[in-house]
């Protein structure tokens, strides 16, 4: 289990600064694409389309299909993932623990588990860090937002 303490260590030494961070090693990962066999076995299990936005996103992002549709991010700091259900009827999308009864869900978290993925709970990635990001309200950052997009929260009822 990963502490908060971890993270905040694991974000500051990837952005440098909190103050003012440093995007070069999180782009050098993000050209090398460090999940590659992950990738292809998941294309290959799977229908899978990238869904990665360079702009905002400091993580892979993915749709796959189940028997729905999901938004799977894999983070450029380290190997962790969150998964989401994508609402036809929400605007927000459903968040989805690694502990799920759904098979189809569990084959893809058992999946990632092997390539040594660690899924953070929806708490931990809800606490506040002190980076500052250009598109986030001053104090408003928390883990997700650094370790995977610069946006709203996917689950979050705010997200339009």
């Known amino acids: 289990m990963v ?13 440098v600064s909190f103050d003012t961070p440093d995007f070069r090693s999180i782009r050098k990962v ?4 460090p999940y590659s066999s992950l990738i292809e076995e998941l294309k ?4 899978c389309v990238e869904d990665t936005d360079v702009d905002y996103d400091v993580s892979f992002g993915f749709i ?8 799977l991010q894999l983070s450029a700091l380290g190997r962790f993932a969150v998964l989401t259900k994508i609402s036809p009827f929400l605007l927000n999308n ?8 759904n098979q189809k869900e569990q084959d893809l978290v058992s999946l990632l588990e092997k ?9 931990l990635l809800e606490k506040h860090v002190p980076l500052t ?17 610069d946006g709203e929260l996917p689950w979050s009822e705010k997200r339009i």
Not at 30 to 33: G, Q, S, V
Not at 44 to 47: A, E, F, G, K, Q
């Open 64 to 71: 796959v299909s189940l028997d729905t549709q999901y938004f």
């Open 44 to 47: 290959t299990r799977w229908v």
């Open 115 to 123: 390539y040594g993925f660690v899924f953070l709970s929806k708490l």
């Open 133 to 149: 990001l250009v598109n986030i309200d001053p104090g408003c950052v928390c883990v997700y937002q650094a370790l995977f997009s």
């Open 3 to 15: 502490t908060f303490n971890e993270l905040n260590a694991i974000i500051l030494e990837h952005y």
């Open 30 to 33: 993000m050209e090398r694409c």
């Open 94 to 101: 459903v968040f989805v623990d690694s502990i799920t009864n």
